[in-house]
């Protein structure tokens, strides 16, 4: 059974799209850009099962309000923010807590359920459908990272 999940949201006033990495416990470890598109969510899903398990990807910050981290992809743009810890010992044990459950979680969608237009690209398109139609975690092969 999977240890965590891949939660998809719409949140704000625009009602745009966002994934929240939650443990077991339901905290989450980490947020997601927002994103226009649902199939958007899905193609970073697939990029953080991977990347959260590189310790390299992972960029740690801190300022007066606390220590937080970035994970990012290979190109660098940023996959997700956590929260902010107030020590680099719980940052480093969020950081412990994403990598156990990254690549393992389940997807969970919360959104409504809506038509995916012509406007999506033809690759986030199938990505999207594999991912919706998966019964357990979604699975990424090899050959598509």
């Given at each position: 059974?999977?240890?965590?999940?891949?939660?998809?949201?719409?949140?704000?006033?625009?009602?745009?799209?966002?994934?929240?990495?939650?443990?077991?416990?339901?905290e989450v470890?980490?947020?997601s850009?927002?994103?226009?598109?649902?199939?958007?969510c899905l193609?970073e899903?697939?990029?953080?099962r991977?990347?959260?398990?590189?310790?390299s990807?992972?960029?740690r910050?801190?300022?007066e309000?606390g220590?937080?981290y970035n994970?990012?992809a290979?190109?660098?743009h940023v996959?997700g923010?956590?929260?902010?810890?107030?020590?680099?010992?719980e940052?480093e044990g969020?950081i412990?807590?994403?990598?156990?459950?990254?690549?393992?979680?389940?997807?969970?969608?919360?959104?409504?359920?809506t038509?995916?237009?012509?406007?999506?690209?033809?690759v986030?398109?199938?990505?999207?459908?594999?991912a919706l139609?998966?019964?357990g975690p979604?699975?990424?092969?090899?050959?598509r990272?």
């Amino acid at each position: 059974m999977a240890e965590g999940t891949y939660e998809i949201v719409q949140t704000g006033m625009g009602m745009r799209y966002q994934v929240l990495v939650k443990d077991d416990t339901g905290e989450v470890l980490l947020k997601s850009q927002y994103r226009e598109l649902k199939p958007m969510c899905l193609n970073e899903i697939r990029l953080l099962r991977r990347a959260a398990l590189k310790d390299s990807l992972y960029e740690r910050l801190e300022d007066e309000n606390g220590c937080w981290y970035n994970v990012r992809a290979k190109d660098a743009h940023v996959l997700g923010t956590s929260p902010v810890y107030k020590s680099e010992e719980e940052r480093e044990g969020g950081i412990g807590r994403l990598k156990r459950v990254a690549s393992e979680a389940e997807l969970v969608d919360t959104t409504p359920q809506t038509e995916q237009g012509p406007r999506i690209h033809d690759v986030l398109r199938t990505l999207a459908d594999e991912a919706l139609a998966c019964k357990g975690p979604y699975r990424v092969s090899e050959d598509r990272f």
